[in-house]
Every structure is written in C-alpha cells, then in structure tokens.
C-alpha cells in the first residue's frame, strides 16, 4: 500500500517568513496530492492540492511542486501570518475521492 | 451551503460502554468516509459508503465497530463495547463524483 511520510514534524517561523513542508510517497500509481490545514477542534480543510500531470500550482500565497520522478511533493507558503498557524497535513491518493493515504503532519506555529 | 454536519462533538464515556456518532454530509454527496484521527497523526480510513453501501470496510474493527448508511444519506458508527484505545477524533467526510473530499468537524471520544 501507500505510504507517506512528511517532514518536519513541527516548524516554528517568524511573520513574514517562509515555511516549507515536505513528503514523500511510495506509490508510483498516486495521482492526486491534496494539502490539508487542520485548525485546533476543527476537521482537516483542504488548501489546495496538485495532479500528476501539473509540476507546480499556485494560489495567492501558497504554492505545491510535485516531482513524480522522485515521488515527493511540497507545500510553500510565503509571507506567513499568524493566522497560518495550524497543522498541515499532505495525502496522496490514485483521485480525489479515492482512499488518501496521509502523512503524520506538521505543526506550524508562526510567531508575531 | 452547509458543510458536513457531526454530533456529538464530544463524547465521554466510561469502557465497555456503548457509543454512536452521528454524521450529515454535504447535499448530494453520494460518497462518505468515516475516519480515525489519532493525537498527533493524519485521519486513517474506517469504511467509505458509495450511496448505502459499504464499498471499503477492510480498516473497521468489526467485533466491536459497526457502521449503517440507510437510504444512502446520513450515516452512524457504533462502538460496543468501547475500550480505552478507541480514544480519539472521528472524521466524516463527504465527496462527489471525482471532486475532493469535505471533512466534518469531527467527534472527539475519550473513553476513561
């Protein structure tokens, strides 16, 4: 089956800065990469996500690259706010309603 | 329009006790996940319904988990008996078609 691990557990940044997180997937048969933001008592909300046909898709201040060759994708986000604060989770699966198989997840915390 | 509706939001409940969990999903939405989010790890699938039928079970506990779809619209998960390791948030999500999927804001069960 799939699996995918996703890096760095936590990650910590100033307003303003950039975060980056990044996965890894074993299945060369996944085509779909969601990106999940999950906020404190709330279920996972999808931010944005990425086909195996598209290397790269952007949105306002959040963009994901996809490598398929090396099975990895990231998530990018620029000029962070507070607000950005959460944990962000990425999944892969073979569609978008397919089973997705998630990473472990990454807390970030931007600091005023 | 109304997200994936969920209730309880949070459940206490002493061990061997019995527990149901209660998910509306989004209007249309002919597919449903039911998912297990571990502290501090990404939700993992329960069972997926496509309208009333279980089309993906082979992750649900079955001695004591059940789950029922009538009329392929809302949907219940049973826990009986409960146990202290079935601590932990309760996802439904929703989907149609090929689009994404929608998470509820989930149940949070403790089992003392």
């Known amino acids: 089956g799939e699996n995918v691990e996703q890096h760095p557990s936590t990650l910590s940044v100033q307003e303003g800065d950039s975060a980056v997180i990044k996965c890894t997937y074993s299945?060369?048969?996944?085509?779909?990469f969601p990106w999940y933001k999950q906020e404190l008592g709330k279920g996972p909300q999808l931010i944005i996500d990425i086909r195996s046909n598209v290397g790269e898709k952007k949105d306002q201040r959040i963009a994901v690259t996809l490598n398929k060759t090396a099975k990895h994708f990231s998530l990018h986000i620029t000029e962070t706010q507070p607000e950005d604060s959460a944990v962000y989770f990425c999944a892969a699966s073979r569609s978008p309603s397919y089973i997705p198989t998630f990473g472990r997840g990454t807390s970030l915390i931007v600091h005023p | 329009e109304a997200g994936v509706v969920q209730s309880p939001r949070y459940k206490i409940i002493e061990k061997k006790q019995p527990v149901a969990f209660w998910c509306n999903p989004i209007?249309?939405?002919?597919?449903l996940y039911w998912y297990l989010q571990n502290l501090g790890q990404g939700p993992e699938l329960l069972i997926r319904y496509e309208n009333e039928e279980a089309v993906d079970d082979s992750q649900l506990p079955k001695d004591r988990f059940s789950a029922e779809r009538l009329k392929g619209v809302d949907s219940t998960l049973k826990i009986q008996p409960a146990e202290l390791g079935d601590s932990a948030v309760y996802l439904c999500?929703?989907?149609?078609?090929?689009?994404?999927?929608?998470f509820g804001p989930g149940t949070r069960l403790t089992v003392t």
């Open positions: 999500a929703s989907s149609s078609g090929q689009d994404e999927q929608y």
């Open positions: 209007s249309g939405h002919n597919t």
């Open positions: 299945d060369s048969a996944s085509n779909y």
